[in-house]
């Protein structure tokens, strides 16, 4: 039977995955289709992700969540928010930007970022997993041109580390907030890494539709624009 994994939207840019043996979630920040409570209960291994400390993708809960989860990986910048309250030390691997970790058999590396923290690059069961956090080209036309330009040139300074990466998954921003320039990082990312899937978080309201020759002529990946909590997609493993 070919390998498959299933992506459930929680909200914003929190998303779990269900692969053969394990449970991902990240950047879990609301769940209004309560989809945790039964993912939790189905006994796969456990690992949650935080990549950065804003409250948008940072909470609380998710230490609640101590007895079924293996472990939990956090951008360094949450201690110096306070920290995951009440949580066993021995669960906690605090990570700066540009590290790895490897925990039983799952492996983590992480990335930078264009706002706060970071992003994960996770490799587990055979597939290849990126969350991108805020990492993003945030363009925002109001700006002054110097910010447009440090804008533009962090996100191509970020993206020049990822360049020819082989991503099965990843979870990337489309902010309807940057209006006509909501899609170029993704655009761009996508561009430089070779992504199976492109899995849109962030959008602020709207839901992101993908142009048809998405993200240019003669080089297509596959799109999931999520709107509602609760919503899932069952993704197949392919080749490069």
Known sequence: MQPSLEIIYLHHSGFAIKTEKHLLVFDYYQDPANSMTDLLDQGQTTYVFSSHSHGDHFNQEIGKWQKKVAAYFLSDDIIEAGGLKSVDDCKLI???????????DIQVATYGSTDQGLSFLVNVDGWRIFHAGDLNWWHWKQDTPENIKAA???????????????????FFPVDSRLEEFWAIGAEEFCRKVDVKHLVAMHSCGKVWQPAAEFPEPGKQVAVWSPGEGGQSLKVLKSEF
Not at 94 to 104: G, H, I, L
Not at 158 to 163: D, F, G, H, Y
């Open 152 to 170: 533009q040139d962090g996100f191509a300074k970020e993206l020049a580390l990822l360049a020819g990466l082989k991503l099965d998954v990843a």
């Open 94 to 104: 605090y990570m700066k930007p540009y590290e790895s970790k490897e925990q039983a």
